[in-house]
């Protein structure tokens, strides 16, 4: 079966400006996939040449195994959603929905009765005869992913389209598509620089940083395992220490820039010298004592107390560690004090230093 | 635009704007106000009312100068000429106007500058140099007809293009088209874009989207202009009197002739009466036509 999107090698540059390297990736039918990047990274540029409103500069995009690159915008049947809705303020809602099965010539009782259906879907169906400005911001998104997705696109496209939102309702939201994705079943591609929106509703995350994929995997994966320093910075937070490891009798150990030495153990396939950056994420580290041969001496510097969990500061050495740790009732530690940074050797992962 | 909306469903924005709208002046802020009111006052409206009360009024309250106007079929085809060269120099105007303030939008900086230059440019130039200019343009030995007579040698005889309708309906369509395409570009260019192009993505073709999306969005633009035009022309004086001939007589030479020629100015101003009734039922067909639409409006 052909995948409902590939992107082949497509790159886009704008005069000497490359926005679009080499982009290639597939989307299996029914996934939801998401293009997270920082601003620039090429993401929504991606976007748009998929929906037909930018040329790539080479390359070929096809949808459903048939290529689409010279294909105008109105023949792709694909499903749009912007940050802005884009809803056209001169029609009621109804109109609106009720517009990409008038441009298909689709009969007006047939029209009427699946704008009904698809407003029912994002329970809207009373407000069929206002106008959009009569609406909130939520319940324009909404029309929005009526209008996007009552002519059954072959995929849908949303660009940063909970962006104008705030948060509470961003979050709502969030849920409120990944349903209505979930129960039509339908491809979805969705821009997004908020990577816990990423993370949350996505079956696969690609994450892109100056045109280019710096790594596409599913949510879990790219938590646990990210390739290199730059992912594990952005999705989520992180410990990076930049270093080298080094073998003394057999037994490995990593050393940091700033002198700190950290034990490794289960790390046999890493070669002595490769330079590169330790990642542990604040909430993997534990408080353990000075028995324990794996531990990390620290001296907490500062506390931040959050209630649910509470933030500290540490420094091994030179080297600064952070640690979270949930609150469990008992006293938390204070500054100065000495304490024994400890976790499970899984969770202390050696990636590659730089991005792509 | 980001909106908030209140529990009851009205605009947050548009309360606090007719908010701002109903704020009263402040006393000390009249005192500026009072030096141009006065002015007006005294130099435009006074005179006004003065001239346009000798339209009835002759040594007595009288209806006789109106009863003239109507009684005689050849003042009536003067007000039948200026309504139907006011219309036709509107209707081409705002047909070539509306595709450059389309391509106003859509032009790059560089370029947009360069055309609002072609624009303010002849807007800026005195009218009577406009109509001495078309004159010789237009002419029987003008340029146009030379190089279709002579140079290509594509007629025999000069086609008449000046001292007649088509001769007014150049030189009107010339004055007004900066203004036009000016103020269709200012409303025009608050139109968002991307709301075409979401109806191309929708599955509309370029030109379905202009029709559906495009056109009707700028219909406050093509409003707006159209009426400005249309006021414009009803009281043109210069051009017709130049560019036109003896036929294309208007209610603004008419004018012209009883006050500088005949002087009689009961009649003149009987028909300056008419010419202002006819303008201020225009102004508010116009704003009729505009609050009908309010709901269309872009928010």
Redesign the interface.
């Known amino acids: 079966m052909n995948p409902a999107v590939e992107f082949n090698n497509v790159s886009k540059s704008f005069g000497n400006f490359v926005a679009v390297r080499d982009f290639s990736l597939k989307v299996e039918n029914g996934q939801f996939v998401t293009l997270l990047g920082s601003s620039g990274s090429g993401k929504s540029t991606s976007l748009m040449m998929l929906?037909?409103?930018m040329a790539p500069s080479g390359g070929h995009i096809s949808i459903d195994g048939r290529d689409v690159t010279e294909l105008?915008?109105?023949k792709?049947?694909?499903?749009?959603v912007?940050q802005?809705y884009?809803?056209?303020?001169?029609m009621t809602v109804a109109a609106n929905v009720g517009?990409?099965l008038?441009?298909?010539h689709v009969a007006k009782a047939e029209i009427a009765r699946r704008v009904r259906s698809a407003l029912e879907k994002v329970h809207l169906d009373v407000f069929a005869d206002r106008?959009?400005?009569?609406?909130?911001?939520g319940q324009q998104q909404r029309v929005a992913l009526a209008?996007?997705m009552v002519?059954e696109p072959a995929i849908l496209l949303m660009d940063e389209p909970l962006g104008?939102l705030d948060k509470n309702l961003r979050e709502e939201m969030q849920v409120e598509i990944k349903r209505i994705q979930r129960d039509v079943g339908i491809t979805t591609i969705y821009v997004t620089h908020d990577q816990e929106e990423a993370m949350s509703m996505s079956d696969n995350v690609v994450v892109m940083s100056k045109g280019q994929i710096e790594q596409a995997a599913p949510p879990a994966q790219l938590y646990e395992r990210p390739r290199n320093a730059f992912i594990a910075q952005f999705i989520g937070s992180a410990n990076v220490i930049p270093g080298f490891v080094k073998s003394n009798e057999g037994a490995k150990s990593f050393v940091s820039e700033t002198g700190t030495t950290i034990p490794l153990q289960m790390h046999g396939a890493v070669e002595e010298g490769a330079r590169k950056a330790a990642i542990v994420r604040p909430e993997r580290i534990r408080f353990g004592t000075g028995n324990d041969s794996l531990a990390v001496p620290a001296v907490v510097e500062s506390v931040l107390y959050g209630g649910t969990m509470i933030r500290y500061a540490t420094r091994a050495g030179e080297q600064r560690i952070d640690v979270v740790a949930v609150n469990d009732g008992g006293a938390p530690r204070q500054p100065g004090e000495t304490v024994h940074l400890i976790w499970e050797p899984k969770d202390f992962l050696l990636v590659d230093a730089t991005a792509n | 635009m980001?909106?908030t909306?209140a529990e009851n469903?009205v605009?947050a924005s548009n309360k606090f704007k007719s908010k701002r709208a109903h704020r009263s002046l402040r006393p000390s802020a009249m005192w500026l106000v009072m030096p141009g009111v006065v002015f007006l006052a005294v130099a435009f409206v006074v005179p006004l009312l003065i001239l346009l009360s000798q339209s009835f009024y002759d040594e007595g309250f009288t209806f006789r100068y109106f009863a003239m106007i109507l009684a005689s079929p050849s003042y009536l085809a003067v007000v039948w000429i200026t309504l139907r060269m006011a219309v036709l120099a509107t209707a081409a105007t705002m047909l070539l106007a509306y595709p450059v303030s389309c391509y106003l939008m859509l032009a790059g900086p560089a370029m947009r500058s360069f055309i609002m230059a072609l624009i303010i440019i002849p807007f800026w130039t005195n009218i009577l140099v406009r109509c001495y200019a078309w004159m010789a343009i237009l002419q029987r030995r003008g340029l146009v007809n030379t190089f279709l007579t002579d140079q290509i040698g594509l007629i025999d005889r000069p086609i008449e293009m000046v001292y007649n309708l088509p001769g007014v309906l150049i030189g009107m369509t010339h004055y007004l088209l900066p203004p036009a395409i000016l103020i269709l570009y200012s409303i025009n260019h608050n139109i968002?874009l991307?709301?075409v192009?979401?109806?191309?993505?929708?599955?509309?073709?370029p030109s379905?989207?202009f029709r559906?999306?495009f056109l009707?969005?700028s219909m406050p633009g093509i409003r707006a202009a159209t009426m400005l035009v249309l006021i414009l022309s009803l009281g043109f004086f210069v051009i017709p009197a130049l560019l036109g001939g003896l036929k294309d007589m208007t209610l603004a030479t008419l004018i012209n002739v009883q006050f500088t020629e005949s002087v009689d100015w009961h009649f003149g101003a009987a028909i300056s009466m008419v010419l202002l009734v006819m303008t201020l039922v225009g102004i508010g067909v116009y704003y009729q036509a505009l609050s009908k639409t309010k709901?269309?409006?872009?928010?």
Not at chain 1, 76 to 80: H, S
Not at chain 2, 295 to 299: A, L, R, T, Y
């Open positions: 929906a037909g409103f105008a915008p109105h792709r049947n694909i499903g749009l912007y802005n884009a809803l056209f303020p001169h517009f990409p008038k441009m298909r106008f959009p400005a009569q609406l909130s911001g209008r996007a002519f104008a | 980001k909106m909306v469903g605009l968002d991307r709301i192009g979401a109806a191309r993505s929708l599955g509309a073709s379905r989207a559906h999306v009707p969005l709901g269309g409006k872009q928010p």
